[in-house]
């Protein structure tokens, strides 16, 4: 029994070591979670990235302050034959800007 009793106290005594370790590497280190922010309900009809950040900065009056908008779409909503062109799409894609 003293063996898992010491078993059991260094899987604690590491458990606390490796959080302690995270929570520290978290306060020193930046990351997208740390300055990034999710919309919910956004329109339908905005699906330009560009215009969405005209559209934020103006109303959150950050004109030059927001350095990107990314637009995510649930594609599994999709009928499953749309679904397979938009990957086709999306493989032959090179690039668009709008």
Same mark, same amino acid.
């Given at each position: 029994?003293?063996?898992?009793? %010491?078993?059991?106290?260094?899987?604690?005594?590491? =458990?606390?070591?490796?959080?302690?370790?995270?929570?520290?590497?978290?306060?020193?280190?930046?990351?997208?979670? /740390?300055?990034?922010?999710?919309?919910?309900? %956004?329109?339908?009809?905005? %699906?330009?990235?560009?215009?969405?950040?005209?559209?934020?900065?103006?109303?959150?009056?950050?004109?030059?302050?927001? =350095?990107? %908008?990314? $637009?995510?779409?649930? $594609?599994?909503?999709?009928?499953?034959? /749309?679904?397979?062109?938009?990957?086709?799409?999306?493989?032959?894609?090179?690039?668009? /800007?709008?």
């Amino acid at each position: 029994t003293g063996f898992w009793m %010491v078993a059991v106290m260094m899987s604690w005594a590491f =458990h606390f070591c490796q959080r302690s370790f995270m929570q520290t590497y978290d306060r020193q280190n930046q990351s997208a979670e /740390d300055y990034s922010l999710l919309l919910k309900d %956004v329109p339908t009809k905005v %699906v330009s990235e560009m215009k969405l950040k005209g559209i934020l900065e103006r109303e959150l009056n950050m004109e030059g302050q927001i =350095h990107g %908008v990314c $637009i995510c779409y649930n $594609i599994f909503s999709l009928a499953e034959e /749309d679904q397979e062109r938009l990957k086709s799409m999306l493989e032959n894609i090179v690039e668009y /800007d709008d």
